[in-house]
């Protein structure tokens, strides 16, 4: 996991009950309640990256701050920074916080860092880890299936964008949304559900993130901004006015290539194993996936969702300068969709 390193034991001096003395438990915090992924979250941690929500009674998962103990019990996977054990997992992050994510209904945050470490935690790098590893496994347990992939409403439906870190996604989504008006679905992480009968893709986060270039490109002000965790010159656009936030069903996955600068932008559709290697391949967090549904579910999956949608390679040649002339081909794919599209 990006960022990780291995944590000290949080070694804390045992409290004595004081004598002839009632000890009242501190009331529970209240919760905020949000939205994400279809979802409906009660947190007790404020989440300023997603949509709030009036209280509901019974929301799918609970967000809590709590002790999460150094070793989960009965561990079948244990690492100085993460244990596993049935449908329950915990990870720990130093100079962050400790995740126990369990039964893909419930996540406890442990802010406690320990006196070795010797600040708090920054609340912004606790969210970014909350949102994405710790909810990620949470989704993963409820056996659904999380894309890394960016969308967006086209003409012709939901066109995903898969592809390898530096491959372009944000940058083709944020494009499309503000040259041509389409509406962003999801940036980084869309859900879908496999027990639906169509392939219904659920956003995460309404958050754009690009690279200061693009956003020099798209004539986006960086002030006030969020600067990634990890990368000193992308940006993050939270609770980006572009999203929509409804559920739409994804028509269509685009494995984005780079080629050579003289090459031409090309685009062409994949069928059987191949298109099963490219829904594969979009997984997020893979390994968590393995773990909690076993590699034949979500095999089973994988290849269920290549049959329902088309699958195409955009291979082209990424310049900023040039990425009208990079799209010819494939907005020639969308618009011919669009006759055909439900």
Known sequence: MPGTRDLPALNFPPVSPLPNRRRNS????????????????????????????????????????GEVAGQLEDAELSTPWLQCSGNCCQFLLDRIARYRVEQGMSIRVDRRLG???????????????????????????????????????????????????????????????????????????GVIKPEETHPTLYPGPPRLKLWKDALERLGIDRQG???????????????????THDSEQLKTLVMLERVPADEKASIEPVEGVEAFRIVMSALYLPEWGQRFNGPARLM?????????????????????????????????HIHDGAGHAS
């Open 115 to 189: 006196p070795a470490c010797g600040s708090t935690t920054d609340e912004g790098d606790l969210r970014v880890y909350l949102l994405g590893s710790a909810l990620g496994a949470l989704l993963h347990q409820r056996h659904w299936l999380p894309l890394h992939i960016s969308a967006v409403q086209t003409p012709s439906g939901v066109w995903g964008f898969a592809g390898d870190s530096g491959a372009g996604k944000s940058t083709l989504a944020a494009w499309l949304h503000y040259r041509y008006g389409w509406k962003l679905v999801s940036d980084d992480v």
């Open 26 to 65: 501190p009331p529970p915090l209240a919760s905020r309640f949000y939205t994400t992924y279809g979802l409906t979250i009660a947190s007790q941690l404020e989440l300023p990256e997603l949509e709030a929500l009036p209280p509901e009674a019974g929301p799918d998962i609970h967000i809590r701050i």
């Open 300 to 332: 089973q999956y994988g290849a269920d969702l290549a049959r329902q949608i088309r699958v195409y390679r955009y291979r082209r040649p990424w310049s900023l300068e040039k990425v009208e002339e990079s799209l010819v081909p494939l907005m020639q």
């Open 225 to 243: 901004l969020v600067r990634d965790l990890t990368r000193t010159e992308k940006f993050h656009l939270n609770r980006h006015l572009g999203f």
